[in-house]
């Protein structure tokens, strides 16, 4: 977890670089079928299932660059940055 305050919480992963396009604009432009559902579903089980309790989903927040990393989307390697999720609380 990278930040935490009574309206927002906010939690880093590593996401590869050619899922950056679909992720700030939804340009899937360049990306299989299978790397949008992949995509997909990993942002569904985040909007569903990893929400702290008492927040809501808001949304991807790509950061910095991290270089040669692996992806926690696809579990490849590659060029990856750091993508927060930022969640707000409900009631803030």
Same mark, same amino acid.
């Given at each position: ?16 670089? #050619?899922?950056? +396009?679909?992720?700030?604009? %939804?340009? @899937? ?8 559902? =992949? ?19 808001? #949304?991807?927040? +790509?950061?910095?660059?991290? %270089?040669? @990393? ?8 590659? =060029? ?13």
């Amino acid at each position: 977890m990278s930040a935490t305050s009574e309206r927002i919480r906010t939690y880093e992963v590593t996401i590869g670089d #050619h899922l950056l +396009p679909y992720i700030v604009n %939804g340009d @899937a432009s360049g990306l299989t079928d299978a790397e949008i559902r =992949e995509f997909d579903n990993f942002a569904e089980s985040v909007a569903t299932e990893g929400v702290p309790d008492g927040y809501t989903f808001g #949304h991807f927040s +790509p950061q910095e660059s991290v %270089g040669f @990393a692996t992806c926690e989307v696809s579990g490849g390697d590659g =060029e990856c940055h750091l993508v927060e999720i930022v969640f707000f609380h409900n009631h803030a």
